[in-house]
């Protein structure tokens, strides 16, 4: 029997329709197989209408998944105790012949996919099935991926209208030349608070191949949302193959002088200041996760991938974040989750006001002291708290450049860490391959509080990217190294470091002194302002500094901070290039180029010692 045949004895007659309006015979036979597997009593098919949408929505506080909170459109929802954050040890990309490729759990493809079906065989009896289709990138344009998901959480559908663009349209546009990425997913078995029960057999896998992923037994958004970090393994992939870039940053507007836009990209590890560097209230932002990277008539041009953000919310507080404040206290569309709820408002840890003594959590009732059953204290909220919110509601949200479908040009590309004594807080690249082996893929961060294990260990995290690889390191750093030959103009490279010591442990920058190295980048994309050649790139020069910190931050910046913060530290920067060769050089397949760039660097930092000694003043560098 034909699919479409299948579907027709599937579904109620308004449903079949909505799919038989999609030529493309691959989606019916996909759809068939797994709703044949997946035996739902009853399936939805979303198309692009308000209607279908809110459905959505109201079936999320139907079944329990969201509950209603005392703002208007304003929902929160409760993942599973055990079940807050992404769930490394059982997420897998699937490879044939059990392949292995370093930083990536891997597992075989034939055992993981047995395992999955099995796992998912009559997974959603007695529950409906959500059939949502929507796009990565914009719509109709150069950077579209169509994306089908299969979930029976009405929350996890839910989050997705919010986070993406609709794209039952599209799939009808295209037809049978769409090449969509396919998610399937089951919460499982619910427990009385309506969260995932049987965690010991959640599994999130990724096939490679198909461009499919599978996931079950969890709620929890970053393993459940299949077109965010999940999708992100399957985009990695596709672009080493066609030779444009995926990657793990933000997209923001920089403004300049008189008018001037400047778009930039940035990777940073969890807890650099990637969030607060896009959120600047006085630039504008147009995504603060994933771009995708093309090279369009030899220009590099960007777009978000998502049109909205599922942010951290711990911490955020009205006095560093005014711009999230202001749109969380808002009567628009957001699901808080695992969150404090008392008398119908959010509250979470470090917002800056008094959080009550009791009330809900992700542990169920809470009162303050409370332990759970390992005997650890439960805060208000979880560390992964989340908010999900569609970027239309930012007052500084660029929406021209988000929805553009032939996306915005790339003047800067920015790498950042968190590093207490070797990286000045911001620099540039000599050019394109220096900036992508020394900054990008040699990126190491400090550990921090809210990581388990020790402080202050450097943690090596190439392009803030290795969570998420999906190719072998070599293969992803050759495709960034290969983007030059692809582009007129390649864009300027950055490297910024917020995290600078002196000997006795006080930081040397100010929180938002970041907008400065931002509106000294801008400059130095244009060729606006001169720099200081350093063995590592280009620094700003002291008066152009001074003269920013007047005009953005109404601040005085005295020749002594500036020298502190921009000495050159051999010794720390040459241990660093030891640390990042070891690495490289104990996988195989890595580009030669690599090697040769971090031995220009080194030759160039003992020379500096040769003639100026260990620690290089920048004043010094800038009279030779």
Known sequence: MEPLERLEKLLDKEQFEKIKAIDNPELHAFLAEWIEWLEPEKVFVCTDSEEDEAYVKWKALYYGEEKMLEMPNHTVHYDNYYDQARDKANTAILLPGGKKLPYINTKDRDEGLREIRELMRGVMRGKELFVCFFTLGPRNSIFTIPAVQLTDSAYVAHSEFILYRKGYEEFRRLGRSARFFRFVHSEGELDERKTSKNLDKRRIYIDLMDETVYSVNTQYGGNTIGLKKLAFRLTIKRAVEEGWLSEHMFLMRVNGPNGRKTYFTGAYPSMCGKTSTAMISWENIVGDDLSFILPVNGVARGANVE??????????????????WQVLHSPVEIIFSNVLVKDGKPYWNDMGVPIPDEGENHSGKWWRGKKDAEGNEIPPSHKNARFTVSLEHFPNADLEALENPCGVEVGGMIFGGRDADTWPPVREAFD???????????????????????????????????????????????????????????????????????ENGEWLNHKLDKAVWLKWMELRVHGDVDAIETPIGYIPKYEDLARLFREVLNKEYTREAYEKQFTVRIPELLAKIDRIEEIYRKLDNVPEELFRILEEERERLLEAREKYGDYISPFALEGS
């Open 307 to 324: 049109k909205g953000v599922f942010g951290i919310i711990q911490g955020v507080n009205p006095e560093d974040d005014p711009i999230i």
């Open 432 to 502: 394109w391959k220096h900036g992508v082996i020394t900054m990008g893929a040699a990126l190491e961060s400090e550990t921090t509080a809210a990581t388990l294990g020790k402080e202050g260990v450097r943690a090596f995290n190439p392009m803030a990217i290795l969570d998420f690889m999906s190719v072998h390191l070599g293969d992803y750093l050759r495709n960034y190294l290969d983007f030059e030959k692809r582009v007129r103009k390649t864009p300027k490279i950055f490297a910024v470091n917020y995290f600078l010591r002196d």
